[in-house]
Nanobody, 124 residues
Framework: QVQLLESGGGLVQAGGSLRLSCAAS????????MAWFRQAPGKEREFVAT????????VYASSVQGRFAIFRDNTENSLFLQMNSLKPEDTAVYYC?????????????????WGQGTQVTVSS
């Protein structure tokens, strides 16, 4: 399994930006589609974005489309989530995830490994 460690969370005002990073261990990172999920207090974990093994294909949740961008650097075994125009409803713990295959539609059932999560808080 790929081991994942997120960083970059924090407190930001509405309208601001944050970039989350996910460092992956192991030599199989480039063989996996990767994804970001989030979980707000009292809510179920939800899909945010996914990216194929090569970075050539991305899918976003409608709630973040146009504001967030997922990208990866396979040479550095790293995954990123650039979050712009943040809203209070984006407040959640954000999780980096490695899918089993090279492509993933972003279903939680596809996920093979999860990170520990990083807190993002957006103040109004």
């Amino acid at each position: 399994q790929v081991q994942l460690l997120e960083s970059g969370g924090g407190l930001v005002q509405a309208g601001g930006s944050l970039r989350l990073s996910c460092a992956a261990s192991g030599h199989t990172f480039s063989s996996h589609a990767m994804a970001w999920f989030r979980q707000a207090p009292g809510k179920e974990r939800e899909f945010v974005a996914t990216i194929s093994w090569s970075g050539g294909s991305t899918v976003y949740a409608s709630s973040v489309q146009g504001r967030f961008a997922i990208f990866r650097d396979n040479t550095e075994n790293s995954l990123f989530l650039q979050m712009n125009s943040l809203k209070p409803e984006d407040t959640a713990v954000y999780y980096c995830a490695a899918a089993r295959g090279k492509y993933s539609p972003g279903a939680a059932d596809d996920i093979d490994s999860w990170g520990q999560g990083t807190q993002v808080t957006v103040s109004s």
